[in-house]
């Protein structure tokens, strides 16, 4: 374990790649018994193969990101204990990239039982804590390639404040909730009294959340992890504009957000999730990858890697993120991978 700052480890990710919609599947009606195949194949992606993730790595992403869901495989208060088919399964995955030599982040993704609101605060803190203290009793080992990141997009779901940056209290809780866990996953000591440690601010929000987010004093080992699909109306929205027609000023905005507010104090930042989603109207896979290579491009300006949000899909209605198809290793959009690439020449 190399005692080096979280800052000179970020400057070693170049790319990253998610494995999404897969081990973050959850479903709170049906039978939490079924097997760790059931569940990763649960949203309609087929179990994750070996040559899947060395092939990703081999193409030049050196940063895989596993979100994972717990809360279909946790016990009982106040232990949580945690399924040992569903730890190793996590575990097998893990080592398939560590030990490819790439790094690897590691979350709590979907969970819900951790909304921040005052109320929650106390049963969400204890949760977190039982949750963390195992996965990182897990992977103490581990050395600095491995990256603990405490919540995923930690927001007050279904209210009007979802995603528009919260509220004071909502704030308020997720801050509370990142002391938790990096007091948590320190508190195990070991490789873990320095690991890096990713944490997001309300819903991991680019915009309004990144400016309240409150960084351990102290700690050189803590990275501001931030979500970022921009300009959200050709990025995200699934019924949005199909072309990019060069619209930067976001992207721009951004950029010296993170430096004023992260890089500047010395805070490195990773941007977890990003992307441009596919649309079939003629033109996009081109304005994707100008986007692409824009948006990469200015990340890697002010040394902030970024990790694609791949959930596997190019078909149908919802939000079509597959980079490439996990049965057959293709790339899905060749063109959109070559845009990626040169933004990070």
């Known amino acids: 374990m190399r005692t080096i700052s979280a800052k000179e480890l970020v400057k070693e990710m170049k790319l990253g790649w998610n494995l999404g919609n897969t081990m973050d599947s959850v479903n709170d009606r049906i039978d939490k018994t079924m097997e760790p195949a059931a569940w990763e194949t649960a949203w309609g992606n087929p179990v994750t193969s070996k040559a899947l993730i060395e092939k990703i790595i081999d193409e030049g992403f050196n940063v895989i990101r596993y979100p994972v869901s717990w809360r279909n495989h ?12 569903w730890m190793d399964r996590v575990q097998e995955l893990v080592d398939w990239a560590y030990h490819k030599g790439a790094f690897v982040i590691l979350n709590i993704h979907h969970e819900g039982w951790h909304d921040p609101y005052y109320d929650n605060l106390t049963p969400a803190s204890e949760q977190l804590k039982k949750v963390w203290q195992q996965i990182a009793e897990r992977f103490e080992a581990y050395d600095e390639h491995l990256i603990f990141e405490g919540m995923n997009e930690p927001r007050k779901r279904g209210t009007p404040v979802e995603w ?6 909502g704030r308020a809780v997720v801050n509370a909730l990142n002391k938790v866990f990096v007091e948590t996953v320190r508190g195990t000591g070991g490789n873990n009294a320095i690991r890096s440690l990713m944490i997001p ?16 004093k102290g700690d050189n080992h803590i990275i501001a ?13 699934v019924e949005g504009r199909a072309l990019w027609n ?20 010395g805070v490195p930042v990773i941007i977890g999730e990003c992307g441009a989603m596919h649309k079939k109207d003629e033109g996009n896979e081109a304005s994707r990858a100008e986007w692409a290579e824009y948006f990469f491009g200015k990340t890697k300006s002010i040394g902030v890697p970024c990790v694609w949000w791949d959930n596997g899909y190019v078909e149908g209605r919802g939000e079509l993120f597959g980079l490439i198809d996990r049965r057959t290793l293709e790339w899905n ?7 990626i690439r040169k933004g990070l020449q």
């Open 74 to 85: 946790l016990g009982e208060a106040p232990d949580y204990t945690i399924d040992t088919k």
């Open 164 to 169: 528009t940056g919260g509220d004071e209290e």
């Open 201 to 216: 601010g309300y819903a991991a929000n680019c915009t309004v959340g990144i400016r309240h987010l409150e960084i351990p």
């Open 225 to 237: 992890s931030v979500h970022a699909y921009e300009p959200t109306d050709f990025a995200l929205t």
């Open 246 to 265: 060069r619209d930067t000023k976001v992207i721009d905005q951004l950029v010296v957000d993170l430096q004023d507010l992260f890089l500047s104090k």
């Open 333 to 339: 959009f060749p063109l959109l991978l070559e845009g």
